[in-house]
């Protein structure tokens, strides 16, 4: 049987190895929201927000509306692919403990931040995030028809964790750069005895 070409392999090794330090070393990037199950609840005078749940796609997902003889709608409650677009369908005033409540339930959101907002009322302080549920308070803000809240969500890591794959991947380049190691000091230390007996050095000349 031949013999395994060490310095083959590592060559062919050492041409994967920056694309390999790349996938396991690149930041990590915030997934969609598309597809996830997230509920909404929350504590409202006179009003609700439904459904009660709804898988985050291209429509709007929820509505702030009030109920009984004189319904009407007031937010509109839209995830994007990493973004809650509010929108006010008509105007109003909050001016009680009014608090939407959303929980992803497919996985955890990721830090949220305020992207844009035309409500002059409504700021960072409206919103936060903690044990998985993003918090929106509406106390003492006002919606005119027609404005808007747009809260992105980012992630909160600055790069990934390798995968198990790469790793394996580096703990194998570095086995066999080892063995690629020991067999060229062997070969060298074999050569140098060699030249003692014969008189040679390890080129073959006289010594």
Request: include cysteine; hydrophobic fraction near 45%; charged fraction near 10%.
């Amino acid at each position: 049987m031949k013999p395994i070409n060490l310095l083959n392999c590592i060559s062919g090794l050492l041409t994967l190895l920056p694309a390999t330090l790349f996938l396991a070393t690149s930041p990590a990037h915030a997934s969609t929201l598309y597809g996830d199950t997230i509920t909404c609840g929350g504590n409202f005078s006179g009003l609700f927000c439904g459904p009660a749940s709804a898988t985050a796609g291209p429509s709007v997902e929820f509505t702030l509306a009030r109920g009984g003889v004189n319904p009407a709608q007031f937010l509109s409650l839209d995830f994007g692919k990493g973004d809650l677009l509010i929108t006010a369908l008509a105007g109003i005033s909050f001016s009680n403990l009014d608090t939407l409540l959303f929980e992803d339930t497919s996985k955890a959101f990721p830090a949220e931040s305020i992207l844009s907002s035309t409500a002059t009322t409504f700021g960072a302080g409206n919103v936060s995030l903690a044990g998985g549920i993003l918090t929106v308070s509406l106390q003492g803000t006002q919606f005119a028809a027609g404005q808007t809240v747009d809260i992105g969500f980012t992630a909160t890591t600055s790069s990934a964790a390798p995968e198990p794959g790469a790793v394996g991947f580096i703990a194998a380049f570095m086995l066999l750069a080892g063995m690629f190691w020991m067999q060229s000091i062997r070969e060298h230390v074999h050569a140098l005895g060699a030249s003692r007996v014969t008189g040679l050095n390890s080129n073959g000349n006289p010594a």
